[in-house]
């Protein structure tokens, strides 16, 4: 019993030895997962700078790219809608809006002349208005001539005049003067 004894201390001993060490491993263990954290805070550090990094060239690539594409979008928007294709001019046409030739029919029908229409209406209204034809026109056009020819001749006397007194002032001046 007594050697059954010595010998399970000897095993207690040893076993405490065990924990002892085993403990001591735990603390190693620690202080190597302090470091290795330590390690991964690091290198998340690094992997965040180099991911921003990236993030950032990335995003001014994809900024350019963007910035192409719109700029190519845009064009090619334009070339579709902004610049007038004969597609708009047929769009216009099946719009509603009329060729010239529909315009010309539109207006008949809406009681708006067409251009011989307005010539005849127009010499009618001004005949009605009291205004002249072209025949008084004319006449009052010549009559205007004459009167402008008139009023050539009195500007070319009043010249002549003006200037016959410009002389007679140097005249006054001179004798001022002696």
């Not at 990094?53 to 690539?61: C, H, L, N, S």
């Not at 790219?65 to 845009?74: A, G, L, Q, R, Y």
């Not at 009681?111 to 009052?140: A, H, L, P, Q, R």
């Amino acid at each position: 019993m007594e050697r059954n004894m010595v010998a399970m201390e000897k095993d207690m001993v040893a076993m405490d030895m065990m924990i002892t060490n085993m403990e001591k491993d735990t603390v190693a263990m620690e202080k190597g997962m302090a470091v290795m954290v330590k390690d991964m805070v690091g290198m998340d550090m690094m992997i965040m700078e180099k991911v921003m990094a990236a993030m950032v060239k990335d995003m001014v690539g994809m900024d350019m790219m963007i910035m192409e594409k719109v700029t190519v979008d845009m064009e090619k928007d334009m070339a579709d809608m902004g610049m007038m294709t004969m597609a708009m001019e047929k769009d216009t046409v099946d719009m509603g809006m009329m060729t010239m030739v529909d315009m010309e029919k539109d207006m008949a029908d809406m009681g708006m002349m067409t251009m011989e229409k307005v010539m005849v209406d127009m010499e009618k209204d001004m005949v009605e208005m009291g205004m002249m034809t072209i025949v008084d026109m004319e006449k009052d056009t010549v009559d205007m001539d004459m009167m402008i020819t008139v009023m050539v001749k009195v500007m070319v006397a009043m010249e002549k005049d003006m200037v016959a007194m410009d002389m007679m002032i140097m005249v006054m001046v001179k004798a001022m003067e002696t």
